[in-house]
């Protein structure tokens, strides 16, 4: 079925799917003792919002059909989360979670388009999703559809100059139906982003290239669905939600340690986290 319509937020179930999510994205890396779990983490709340809070218009039996919304995970070394997502939408079975990053798997170590249904995007190399996200964009327009593209970029990955060529370009474009979210974490691979590459006033650098620009807590189902609605509501501009999350979400000593990035964690540190993710507090 189609998760089209509801705009109502079932917290109950979103927060159980969140928990379940968590697991998935723990027990695909652990097994395939690499990946990226802490940045999955990150992001369960937003991607869930986009597929189960009546954001994202999809039919996940029919992945290719023409009206369909697109989601495209920019920061596609989250994959774990991607897959874990589209199975608990449909387009496959949960069971394929188990063959992460396995030689000649579809389910890689980062997406790859065409080899699983609801992948709208090679990526993986950090900055081009939103490039591809406005290229849909375009060509919706070419054939008379206006589905939406929503674009999940990582902070990191905005320090990656394709960014803002596209983001120049959609503002120029006047594309109101391309919705990226930042998964603003504060942290890329080798430490804090402010030390790495310092992307602040981040709200006024996206303003000045002609987005709508908003913030929301970004573990937050009601605070994203809120600033997505709105976002929707913008038809002249392009939005994006710089959504303010921790990278590993949900673990304790993970969210300590960004050293976790590209790190699977092993059978003991497994053990504790799925202790943590099982009495899930917040
Ligand atoms: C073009 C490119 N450069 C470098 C990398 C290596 N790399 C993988 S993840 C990552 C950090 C990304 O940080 P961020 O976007 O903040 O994502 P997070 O894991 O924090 O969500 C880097 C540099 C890459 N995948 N692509
Ligand atoms: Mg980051």
Redesign the pocket.
């Known amino acids: 079925m189609s998760q089209s319509v509801s705009t109502s937020l079932d917290l109950p179930v979103l927060r159980d799917m969140a928990r379940e999510v968590r697991l998935d994205i723990l027990d695909a890396t652990t097994r395939a003792g690499s990946g990226?779990p802490?940045?999955s983490w990150?992001?369960v709340e937003i991607v869930l919002t986009l597929f189960f809070g009546g954001v994202l218009r999809y039919r996940s039996k029919d992945p290719d059909w023409p009206e369909r919304d697109r989601f495209i995970m920019s920061?596609?070394?989250?994959a774990p989360l991607l897959y874990a997502v589209l199975a608990h939408a449909g387009y496959f079975d949960r069971s394929e979670l188990n063959r992460l990053r396995e030689v000649d798997s579809p389910v890689q170590g980062?997406p790859i388009q065409g080899m699983m249904p609801g992948v709208e995007a090679t990526t993986?190399?950090?900055?081009q999703g939103l490039s591809v996200g406005l290229g849909h964009i375009l060509g919706g327009r070419l054939n008379d559809l206006d589905y939406r593209v929503y674009v999940l970029?990582?902070?990191?990955?905005?320090?990656?100059g394709q960014v803002w060529e596209a983001a120049m370009a959609a503002a120029h474009f006047k594309a109101g139906n391309l919705i990226a979210i930042l998964?603003y974490?504060k942290?890329?691979?080798?430490g804090p982003?402010s030390r790495e590459m310092a992307l602040e006033p981040l709200v006024e650098k996206w303003r000045s290239f002609g987005w709508h620009v908003t913030e929301a807590d970004g573990h937050d189902f009601a605070s994203l669905l809120t600033r997505l609605s709105e976002a929707q509501a913008v038809s002249d501009q392009p939005s994006i939600i710089i959504a303010h999350t921790v990278?590993g979400k949900g673990v304790s000593f993970v969210e300590k340690d960004f050293t976790f990035?590209?790190r699977a964690l092993n059978p003991q540190q497994a053990a504790l986290a799925r202790e943590e993710i099982d009495h899930v507090t917040w």
């Not at 920061?75 to 989250?78: C, F, L, P, V, Y």
């Not at 993986?124 to 900055?127: E, N, V």
């Open positions: 990226h802490s940045s990150s992001a920061k596609g070394h989250a980062h993986g190399s950090l900055g970029l990582g902070d990191g990955e905005c320090e990656a998964d974490n942290y890329q691979e080798t982003i990278k990035h590209g």
